[in-house]
């Protein structure tokens, strides 16, 4: 190697002085690398030639398939960096990289001296930076945790620096499988164009969003972008968010994770080495490496990072209806009166822009919308919530003196501007011609509070939908198009769709109060969700609830996601799984995706399947489009109206579990819907599904996701499986097989696994009065006849409940024919009665039941389920035991 690298170097030099270019022959050893391990060197758009790539001082061999194997690719002995010097800190490391020899400068300015840190923050959790020496660069904004002393050893992981030619190795010191291994190609550091490569153990690759694809990531030469845009989704694009977080499961089922802290437009190079580069056009590289071993703990290491996702409103967790184009507020009212007297179960009202007089933010019309704040006051006295859109674009065409949200912004100059005038920079959305606010300025959130105060003193909404927050901007760049600068022409663009930064939103060059549009394009989304929690909490002093098209790592600590503007078909009603449990990862676990679809018309078997897996979305929204047909539960017939409402129902009796699971995510920073893997990452048939999903670890959902189709092949890892619909209780035990599940039209498959407890409700038409009924428990024993399960609980509503201790954790555990309840903190005032209790798949016979030691009269059904009545106090440790 030693040798070969000073060949290679003396005819570098040779060629340098002879053609005045670098130069290296196919011929070359250095070109002799497997296809699946060549490491692309000619990303552009255009096709590589033989001469442009050789100039590069990379390998060029032409490969006939259809596959995108680069045919430039670095030799192995590329120029990068070495690591001259490295020194013990109370951290970890610090060390210093020189480029070995300057690369052949097609990327702009080379950074000559880089700095690296090495933090062992945590035993799981290992982060290393790689910095400019000499000058400061754009780092993203979130805050991070600052660890100044190294975690105590061992770690879960070795490190191991390559000083060469500089690698950073990482290896799982448990079974010595190695994580991550950079020495696969050069490290790249341009000011503009940054590029890391690493080997993966294994081909199972999950989470890298947003997305609209299959859960597990191909690696067969896949690229994927990342830059927050205003796009339809559809497969291999860049959509709203950017969440460069992955997660890969080992052959040994131990997982991992790998996150980057990057918000510049970047992408990744997936190849079926395994290996993937990432790419990006600025900002430093700043990676986090979590070492799980179980894929939960990776997302709770990640969100240790990040921020653990808030805690959502009860009321949020019912089910919410919106359409585009209700066209006033007595058809939205209309609906809503018809929802009630169906008695379908609706929590949450919304409406889209028609509601705005001539789509002005904080405005509604007052001439078709002239009842909305009737409607309001109606929906608050029925229990119910109200939530309606804002858009980032501010009007800048309305007279002086008239609309206070342009007025104010001037004023105060928080619009973002215009890097050639020093003035707002003016774009095209709903309203016209809009400006933008920019929500990293510093005195956004006084300007952002303000408005929406105003706007709440008329209309008192519950909540905020917060859309076209890429930012989305109907005109390239701007009214006046952008200058020709680097940051709007970077010397490489990654393959975004519309192949330009400024496509479909702002100039790339426009100036924020610290920082350019090229840096934090990418967190408009975030900064708004950021600005509008605060302004919530502080106007109506209870839980805020935002949902928000555009996100970036943190989103979950401010509010949720939906998936954009899908069409009603069988192909995204499935790819939404994929979406829901990806944003889960994450670490933003409300998520759901437009129940029946949004733009499109869709059909009455489409809509009741989607109602059906809707009905387990963690945000279950019904919403269409402006011309589509009518969608709601009461649009269509009184069948279809039944099934629904059975599906809701359905829901709502689940709600205190689905409410505990997010209590519990929010404390602890895991998931509330996952994929199988995450509960079976051994199992590799698990690793693949993306047509089923869990909630916690209790709950198997598989929705039917074809038409026509009256059963579903659903497959069940390990374990004991019992029916929650259809033939309720009836047992599966499995060592792991595809099982056909009747489904027909009025059911949705729903198995409860065994070894867990799960609360449940009497269900109500809405959640306030839902949560007054009395709760079951719903016991499903493994194999050794064990469960556990437990309840979190509080009102629903006030802030900081986990902070200020107000709120009730009650575990469960079924052992030995004894059921107990611990109870880890109780609540005070409020009163949680338990009043039934379901045990599947008891040993008969049974003669007595006892609950705290008094008799208690008891019924065996079909399937060995026992069942009884009782009225315990949940905030009061209690014991149950059958003989
Ligand atoms: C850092 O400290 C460790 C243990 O104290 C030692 O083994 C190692 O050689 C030191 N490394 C450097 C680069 O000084
Ligand atoms: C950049 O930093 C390195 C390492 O500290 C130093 O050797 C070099 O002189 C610096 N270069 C400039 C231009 O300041
Ligand atoms: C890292 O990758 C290089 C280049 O492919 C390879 O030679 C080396 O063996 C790898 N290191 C480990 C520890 O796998
Ligand atoms: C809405 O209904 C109210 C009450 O029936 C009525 O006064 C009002 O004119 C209606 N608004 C529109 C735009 O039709
Ligand atoms: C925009 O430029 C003006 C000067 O024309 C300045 O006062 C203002 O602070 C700038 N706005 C932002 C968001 O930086
Ligand atoms: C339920 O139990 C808790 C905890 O012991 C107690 O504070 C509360 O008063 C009880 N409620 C009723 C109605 O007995």
Known sequence: MGALHILWKLQLILCFTQFGKYYVSASDSVCDIKTKWRVDCYPETVPSVEQNCESRGCCYKPVMSNDNVPWCYYPSNYASYSLSKISNTSYGYTGLLNIQSPSP??????????????????????????RDANNSRYEVPISTPI??????YPFMYDLKLEHDKFGIIIKRKSSGTV???STIAPLIYFDQFLQISTSLPSTNVYGLGERHEDLLIDTNWKRLKFWARDQPPHENANLYGDHPLYIAVEDDGNAHGVFLLNSNAKEIELQPAPALTWRMVGGIMDFYVLLGPTPEMVVQQYTSIIGKPFLPPYWSLGFHLCRWGYESSNNTWDIVKKMRAASIPQDVQWNDIDYMSKYLDFTYDPVAFDTLPNLVSDLHQNNQHYVMIIDPGISDTQSSGSYSAYDDGIATNIFINDSRTLKPIEGVVWPGKTVFPDFTHPAIDVYWEKQLRMYHSKVPFDGVWIDMNEPSNFVHGSTSSCPNNLYENPPYVPHVNGHSLADRTLCSSSKHFKYYHYDVHSLTGLFEMKATSKALINIRKKRPFIISRSTFPSAGLYGGHWSGDIVSTWHDLKQSIASLVNFNMFGVPLVGADICGFSG???EELCIRWMQLGSFYPFSRNHNALTSS?????DFSQETQDIMRKTLNLRYSLLPYLYSLFFSAHAT???VAKALFFEFPLDKIALKIDTQFMWGNALLISPVLEEKASSVRAYFPKGNWYYLTGVFGKPIKTEGEWINIDAPLSNIPLHIRGGCIIPSQYPAITTAESRRNPLSLLVAPDEFGIAKGELYWDDGDSLDTLESNLFMHVLFTLKDNKLTSHVVSALRDEELVLSKVIVMNVHTPITAVYVNNIRETFQIGEFNILQF???LNLSKSFHIKWQ
């Open 105 to 130: 400068k097609h990327y702009g300015k080379e950074i000559s001296w880089l700095s690296l840190d090495v933090i062992f923050e945590r035993k799981d959790r290992l982060h290393f930076r790689l």
């Open 147 to 152: 660890v100044k002393k190294a975690a105590d």
């Open 179 to 181: 994580l991550f291994n």
């Open 601 to 603: 018309d869709t059909t």
């Open 630 to 634: 009518g969608q709601a539960p009461v």
């Open 669 to 671: 920073g895991g998931t």
């Open 869 to 871: 009545g009782c009225s």
